[in-house]
T-cell receptor, first 113, second 110 residues
Framework: GEEVAQTPKHLVRGEGQKAKLYCAPI?????VFWYQQVLKNEFKFLIS????????ETGMPKERFSAKCLPNSPCSLEIQATKLEDSAVYFC???????????FGPGTRLTVL | GIQVEQSPPDLILQEGANSTLRCNFS?????LQWFHQNPWGQLINLFY???GTKQNGRLSATTVATERYSLLYISSSQTTDSGVYFC????????????FGTGTRLKVLA
């Protein structure tokens, strides 16, 4: 598609439950990025992929967060055992190559109760 | 790592006024993007502007990479321009991840 698609738009989980977010990058784009926005103004990089390979995972909390980008499937970001502090908007972005314009999806708002 | 600061942090305008938002960054960059986050949380891509000047309707942007700043101009502001404006630059780690600025919160009054 011509836009980055993210599902679901909203996700509500009880503390300790699992959350799984999906991202379909723009067709032909080889890089995918995940960012977390907390407190409305603060963006944090989580992880990036070059095709199905992890490119940079320096922002990922190792214990509970995992992500995948498999061929012919949407990319996914999974949080095991969610905590209150995971409440945030999660944005996915894709780019046709490294170091060029990133195209952002509409985000998934995760609320952990 | 690279630091990205935006000014002013908050701005209130009357409809029809013009404004200039600034993005300063602490290291050399080879690309820069401006975004508008509307009150519903959507992040809208305004400009991809590594250098030079671009215009799109009432908005224009200029990046002077050698002096490490970018400016976003909004002319004849409308209430729909309200929201938060972010600039973002790639980190110096070489892995293309973006470092976002601190944001400018704009409110346009009717």
């Amino acid at each position: 598609g011509e836009e980055v698609a993210q599902t679901p738009k909203h996700l509500v989980r009880g503390e300790g439950q699992k959350a799984k977010l999906y991202c379909a990058p723009i067709k032909g784009h080889s890089y995918v990025f995940w960012y977390q926005q907390v407190l409305k103004n603060e963006f944090k990089f989580l992880i990036s992929f070059q095709n199905e390979n992890v490119f940079d995972e320096t922002g990922m909390p190792k214990e509970r967060f995992s992500a995948k980008c498999l061929p012919n499937s949407p990319c996914s970001l999974e949080i095991q055992a969610t905590k209150l502090e995971d409440s945030a908007v999660y944005f996915c972005a894709s780019s046709p190559d490294g170091g060029v314009e990133q195209f952002f999806g509409p985000g998934t708002r995760l609320t952990v109760l | 790592g690279i630091q990205v600061e935006q000014s002013p942090p908050d701005l209130i305008l009357q409809e029809g006024a013009n404004s200039t938002l600034r993005c300063n960054f602490s290291d050399s960059v080879n690309n820069l993007q401006w975004f508008h986050q509307n009150p519903w949380g959507q992040l809208i891509n305004l400009f991809y502007i590594p250098s030079g000047t671009k215009q799109n309707g009432r908005l224009s942007a200029t990046t002077v990479a050698t002096e490490r700043y970018s400016l976003l101009y909004i002319s004849s502001s409308q209430t729909t321009d309200s929201g938060v404006y972010f600039c973002a630059v790639p980190s110096t780690s070489g892995t293309y991840k973006y470092i976002f600025g601190t944001g400018t919160r704009l409110k346009v009054l009717a």
